[in-house]
């Protein structure tokens, strides 16, 4: 029963990601910006979370000057993220950027390679050709309506894919011997610190204190961000970062779902399948690199005196 919990509590973080794309869209139609929108939930959340900090028993927590450069550096790079991927609904259909957000899986492979040569093996380069696949079905791409496509928006979602996948490798190395609460903290600050800076102009001239814009930063800093990096700071741990990351597939038909709820997006059978591909590809891969370290773990056991 304590390993359902915190799976449901992953697959709850991962439910509450995948609705942020549509909400933001339709907040896009009452008159505010990614640039604005991104921010304030990146900095609202870096209150809420240092509000709890203070509150907390810990207290005040000292970190090293690399480590703290590095954590901002981490925060920019999901900031980055956030704001990319707004920016791409406002060209493209909710349901086409999150397709294309899920690359993240094989840049994340290809950055693990190029960076810190570790070439990936030859399940991994298979299921990537397979994400592709479903990629290209459920984007559609060879639809009739391909020629209506905004490749500015794709270009955004694909580069919020690369930061998304820099996020993901940076975060994995760095902080590890820091809470969960201070390194959310510090992470959200470089995201607030990284969006302010790109939409300084933007940011610095909007009108924030009407109670609509107020709601919306709201919702989107504590659904968006606050609630889920609780929810899987506490659970992950718990359930693995492998099962964990199979678990958060849920964000691209969750995301898909609610663009067709509160957008009215349609989509077609090829399209489904399509998703449906990806998602089989994506868990694939998260199965067997969770059995691979489970192996690499276990044998690391056995040598050890």
């Given amino acids: 029963m304590t390993n359902l919990k915190y799976i449901i509590m992953v697959l709850m973080g991962g439910i509450m990601y995948g609705t942020m794309s549509s909400f933001v869209k339709l907040f896009y139609s009452r008159g505010y910006h990614a640039g604005e929108l991104s921010f304030s939930q990146a900095f609202l959340a870096a209150v809420f979370l240092g509000t709890a900090q203070f509150l907390s028993r810990k207290g005040k927590v000292r970190l090293a000057r690399n480590e703290f450069i590095s954590l901002l550096a981490t925060g920019g790079a999901i900031g980055l993220t956030n704001y990319l991927y707004y920016q791409s609904v406002s060209y493209i259909s909710a349901s086409l950027a999150i397709v294309i957000l899920m690359?993240?899986?094989w840049f994340s492979l290809l950055l693990d390679w190029t960076v810190f040569g570790k070439k990936p093996n030859k399940s991994e380069l298979l299921t990537v050709v397979f994400i592709l696949i479903g990629t290209v079905m459920a984007a559609n791409l060879f639809g009739e309506d391909v020629q209506s496509f905004s490749w500015i928006g794709i270009a955004l979602a694909l580069c919020s894919s690369l930061t998304?996948?820099?996020?993901?490798?940076?975060?994995?190395?760095?902080?590890?011997?820091?809470g969960w609460l201070p390194?959310?903290?510090?992470?959200?600050?470089?995201?607030?610190l990284t969006i302010f800076i790109i939409n300084v102009k933007t940011i610095l001239v909007g009108s924030y204190f009407s109670y609509e814009f107020a709601m919306m930063a709201v919702f989107l800093a504590i659904i968006g961000t606050t609630i889920p990096t609780a929810l899987f700071a506490t659970a992950i741990p718990k359930v693995g970062a492998g099962i964990s990351s199979i678990l958060m597939t849920i964000e691209l038909p969750v995301a898909v779902l609610c663009a067709s709820i509160v957008l009215n997006e349609q989509l077609g059978f090829v399209q489904i399948?399509?998703?449906l591909v990806m998602l089989a590809a994506i868990s694939t891969m998260n199965y067997y690199k969770s059995l691979k370290n489970k192996k690499e773990k276990q044998s690391g056991s056995a040598l050890s005196p």
């Fill in 103 to 105: 690359q993240f899986t």
């Fill in 164 to 178: 998304y996948a820099i996020y993901i490798v940076a975060n994995s190395r760095v902080g590890h011997a820091v």
């Fill in 183 to 192: 390194k959310s903290m510090v992470i959200m600050t470089g995201s607030a």
């Fill in 273 to 275: 399948v399509g998703i």
